[in-house]
């Protein structure tokens, strides 16, 4: 690096997207860059806490996109806001979530380098594998990869239709038009925040870099674990998912007379008290992965990929049982690479979770694999980073 960068790193408010792009804006900041994160105000104060400057983004529905000129928050009115920013911050490069289209677009109407921050597996199709999203392994014979190619004119429906509306929304800010799909990711840079084993084989463009995860969580006091030898578990549902805490009461039933203690957060305010707890179990509103996880035998999670990604980060097998799509997609790649199970939506019962636990917590074969993958790479933050200054160099 023959010197400090200016970089925007950019995303929508989710946690599941602000937090990879915190921990790239951490890592670039302290390898000496002039780091600005722009994203939901929600996130200001521990950005701000570490030393980053933070700037509010306009937030706007992202699915279904508002129609063009329809008046109301958009990709297009967000891009439009941000525009004067970038042009008095002048960013050697704009990192933008995948989702997070304002910024991109913001970036190229200015002339700026821009990256694509992808904070889970790789989405764009590859002949012969699954669609992205529906949760199914790849297929093992050449029949199998015959029947999703079949299967790609449907896909290619879909996908036209998203390009539509990418171009609608360029046309606002009088950006051409693209023809590729998936127009939203850079063809400069790409990095794909997970691990290497839970990518299918495939061929990989030469712009697309899988770099490991970038984990980030916020500060939190340590909670009381149960007492007690047995494994531990941990039931971390989504944050964004689920708001009738379903599968924490479903594996809280399931666990009640099994030889484990369970730790469950229902990720929701002042709604721990309001579940029953049997004796070897405690249940609380929020805690601390790093403190959890760790001492975790067993996470029973939605899939969502930084909860995922955490677990496999300590070694700990993970039971995904998912509430959405790209959750599905994660919990299949964590049963085709042995690091766990997954359990579909539809069998998510007391006596299905139950066989499910058992078998995680009774076959070593699931920590050996979780282990290889926790041994097996450095922080992703670092590798992007490094990526993030050479292709600025450029």
Same mark, same amino acid.
């Given at each position: 690096?023959?010197?400090?960068?200016?970089?925007?790193?950019?995303?929508?408010?989710?946690?599941?997207?602000?937090?990879?792009?915190?921990?790239?804006?951490?890592?670039?900041?302290?390898?000496?860059?002039?780091?600005?994160?722009?994203?939901?105000?929600?996130?200001?104060?521990?950005?701000?806490?570490?030393?980053?400057?933070?700037?509010?983004?306009?937030?706007?529905?992202?699915? *279904?996109?508002?129609?063009?000129?329809?008046?109301?928050?958009?990709?297009?009115?967000?891009?439009?806001?941000?525009?004067?920013?970038?042009?008095?911050?002048?960013?050697?490069?704009?990192?933008?979530?995948?989702?997070?289209?304002a910024p991109a677009l913001a970036?190229?109407?200015?002339?700026?380098?821009?990256?694509?921050?992808?904070?889970?597996?790789?989405?764009?199709?590859?002949?012969?594998?699954?669609?992205?999203?529906?949760?199914?392994?790849?297929?093992?014979?050449?029949?199998?990869?015959?029947?999703?190619?079949?299967?790609?004119?449907?896909?290619?429906?879909?996908?036209?239709?998203?390009?539509?509306?990418?171009?609608?929304?360029?046309?606002?800010?009088?950006?051409?038009?693209?023809?590729?799909?998936?127009?939203?990711?850079?063809?400069?840079l790409a990095l794909v925040?997970?691990?290497?084993?839970?990518?299918?084989?495939?061929?990989?463009?030469?712009?697309?870099?899988?770099?490991?995860?970038?984990?980030?969580?916020?500060?939190?006091?340590?909670?009381?674990?149960?007492?007690?030898?047995?494994?531990?578990?941990?039931?971390?549902?989504?944050? %964004?998912?689920?708001?009738?805490?379903?599968?924490?009461?479903?594996?809280?039933?399931?666990?009640?007379?099994?030889?484990?203690?369970?730790?469950?957060?229902?990720?929701?305010?002042?709604?721990?008290?309001?579940?029953?707890?049997?004796?070897?179990?405690?249940?609380?509103?929020?805690?601390?992965?790093?403190?959890?996880?760790?001492?975790?035998?067993?996470?029973?999670?939605?899939?969502?990929?930084?909860?995922?990604?955490?677990?496999?980060?300590?070694?700990?097998?993970?039971?995904?049982?998912?509430?959405?799509?790209?959750?599905?997609?994660?919990?299949?790649?964590?049963?085709?690479?042995?690091?766990?199970?997954?359990?579909?939506?539809?069998?998510?019962?007391?006596?299905?979770?139950?066989?499910?636990?058992?078998?995680?917590?009774?076959?070593?074969?699931?920590?050996?694999?979780?282990?290889?993958?926790?041994? %097996?790479?450095? *922080?992703? *933050?670092?590798?992007?980073?490094?990526?993030?200054?050479?292709?600025?160099?450029?």
């Amino acid at each position: 690096m023959s010197r400090p960068l200016r970089v925007l790193v950019a995303a929508f408010g989710d946690a599941g997207h602000a937090f990879p792009t915190i921990a790239l804006a951490r890592e670039l900041a302290g390898r000496g860059h002039e780091v600005v994160v722009e994203t939901w105000e929600r996130w200001r104060e521990p950005v701000e806490a570490l030393g980053i400057a933070f700037t509010a983004a306009e937030e706007y529905k992202t699915f *279904p996109p508002p129609p063009p000129g329809s008046g109301g928050p958009s990709a297009a009115s967000a891009a439009r806001a941000l525009l004067p920013f970038i042009e008095d911050m002048r960013p050697d490069v704009v990192v933008s979530d995948i989702l997070t289209l304002a910024p991109a677009l913001a970036a190229e109407a200015a002339g700026v380098q821009r990256a694509t921050l992808i904070p889970h597996v790789y989405p764009v199709q590859e002949d012969g594998l699954p669609f992205f999203g529906f949760g199914l392994r790849a297929a093992r014979t050449p029949v199998g990869r015959a029947l999703w190619r079949a299967g790609r004119p449907v896909l290619d429906a879909g996908l036209r239709r998203g390009r539509r509306e990418l171009n609608a929304t360029r046309d606002e800010l009088g950006l051409a038009p693209v023809e590729r799909f998936h127009g939203g990711i850079s063809e400069g840079l790409a990095l794909v925040a997970t691990y290497p084993q839970l990518e299918y084989p495939r061929r990989w463009p030469a712009h697309v870099n899988v770099t490991g995860p970038m984990l980030f969580e916020l500060p939190y006091a340590d909670v009381e674990l149960p007492a007690g030898d047995e494994p531990l578990v941990l039931v971390a549902p989504s944050t %964004s998912q689920d708001p009738e805490g379903r599968l924490v009461r479903v594996a809280l039933e399931a666990l009640a007379n099994e030889p484990v203690r369970v730790v469950a957060t229902t990720n929701r305010e002042a709604t721990a008290a309001a579940v029953e707890s049997p004796d070897n179990v405690v249940v609380v509103n929020w805690l601390s992965y790093s403190q959890v996880m760790p001492r975790a035998a067993l996470v029973i999670c939605h899939g969502g990929h930084g909860t995922v990604a955490r677990a496999l980060a300590e070694g700990v097998p993970v039971l995904v049982c998912p509430a959405i799509g790209d959750m599905a997609e994660t919990g299949a790649r964590v049963a085709w690479t042995g690091a766990g199970l997954m359990l579909p939506e539809r069998l998510l019962r007391l006596g299905p979770l139950r066989l499910a636990a058992r078998r995680l917590l009774g076959d070593q074969r699931f920590v050996t694999r979780a282990s290889a993958i926790a041994a %097996s790479g450095r *922080p992703g *933050p670092t590798k992007a980073s490094e990526l993030v200054e050479r292709y600025s160099a450029t």
